[in-house]
């Protein structure tokens, strides 16, 4: 049960309880281990990067249009999710839906773009056993895309506590938990797609 105190008004709703700060504290070292999973990802991918065998080149198969597609959907996403949070701020439920609902289905358009580029990789001859930079390649833009499935199911679910028990501290506490989720994979996307895709364009066309 939510230990309720006495607060200053202008105290989000969220951090209104010493269960919301306490786990809001807690998923910040989450975070961390994420940060650090996510680090690891990175240093496999550049040191495989040049290691491309005999198989297809980045160069011949990364197209930019489909990349800043699932960029703009992805940072729109952000946007989005931070509106929801300020309209629950403001104690709008009907705000907080409407914008996380916009969210979620900008999530899913990226998810969708991302297993049609990951079909298109392996209809071209690329595939996780093709050498070991296409390895580390779909290792890591898996793992993001992964991440993004799961933070769609839990935003969901938040949502549907938040549509039944209504906006109070326990289910806004949720909501800013799963916002700070989606804000850190857009953040891992921004270094994706400048590490992973513009890099190795920029490359291959010098």
């Not at 495989?48 to 930019?64: A, V």
């Not at 629950?88 to 773009?113: Q, S």
Request: with cysteine.
């Amino acid at each position: 049960m939510e230990m309720v105190q006495n607060h200053d008004p202008n105290t989000p709703l969220e951090y209104q309880s010493e269960t919301g700060r306490l786990n809001i504290l807690g998923f910040w070292v989450f975070l961390g281990a994420e940060i650090a999973l996510f680090g690891t990802l990175f240093a496999t991918y550049f040191a495989l990067m040049y290691r491309t065998g005999n198989g297809p080149t980045p160069g011949e198969l990364f197209e930019i249009k489909g990349v800043m597609i699932e960029t703009f959907l992805l940072l729109t996403s952000s946007f989005t999710c931070g509106i929801a949070v300020h309209e629950m701020r403001r104690h709008n439920k009907k705000g907080l839906m409407i914008w996380m609902i916009i969210t979620l289905l900008l999530g899913l358009g990226f998810i969708g773009f991302e297993v049609s580029e990951f079909i298109s990789y392996v209809h071209e001859g690329a595939t996780l056993k093709t050498s070991a930079f296409w390895s580390g390649l779909f290792v890591l833009v898996g793992t993001h895309g992964a991440h993004v499935s799961v933070g769609i199911l839990w935003v969901s679910a938040v949502l549907i506590q938040v549509a039944r028990r209504g906006l109070v501290p326990a289910t806004a506490k949720k909501v800013f938990i799963t916002s700070l989720y989606w804000h850190f994979l857009d953040v891992v996307w921004i270094f994706i797609f400048t590490g992973v895709y513009l890099t190795r364009m920029v490359i291959s066309h010098g």
